[in-house]
């Protein structure tokens, strides 16, 4: 298994990304028009169906894709003083596992870190722009910056604020 954290400008970058790089499959269906030259073939539908593969999970950070960088604050009433501040643009969390982890997968060493173990990083970390962005280094290839979990995490627990329960960072 290996998990993964997204970040892009918006939800339709990532849709993009997923297809091009073979998380999502289009759906075919079978023509059954007996009038047509492709009858009885698989043909795409229009316009096309997308499908996340299976072994392929994703999740919005927190829910909304809005991952928070400074707490709010509160008076004792409960009433709102400074507003949680949040990092820009949409951050999800991807899990490969099951089928497509093996299929994905890379032999390494036992103590290989997991995002080193993915032919999809890999080809991401080999031709992608390497980055930073608030203290956390990514690897950017069409639009998504792709994070070690790990980094994330840490850089989540020096800001003070909650993680994401699949990297174990809700228990603030």
Not at 147 to 172: I, T, Y
């Amino acid at each position: 298994m290996i998990d993964l954290v997204l970040h892009t400008t918006d939800q339709a970058t990532l849709a993009t990304w997923a297809k091009t790089h073979g998380l999502m499959r289009e759906v075919k269906v079978r023509d059954t028009d007996p009038e047509s030259p492709t009858f009885g073939e698989m043909i795409s539908q229009d316009p096309p169906e997308w499908q996340v593969r299976r072994g392929v999970e994703w999740c919005w950070w927190a829910g909304s894709g809005r991952m928070m960088r400074a707490r709010g604050t509160y008076d004792e009433e409960g009433n709102e003083l400074t507003p949680p501040q949040y990092v820009a643009g949409m951050v999800a969390l991807l899990r490969l596992s099951g089928e497509f982890f093996n299929e994905d997968r890379i032999e390494a060493e036992p103590d290989a870190e997991q995002w080193a173990r993915s032919k999809v990083v890999k080809y991401i970390k080999d031709n992608g722009q390497i980055g930073q962005t608030g203290g956390i280094a990514y690897v950017e290839m069409d639009g998504v910056r792709v994070f070690r979990p790990s980094d994330v995490q840490a850089k989540l627990s020096e800001w003070g604020v909650p993680g994401h329960e699949w990297l174990g960072g809700n228990v603030f």
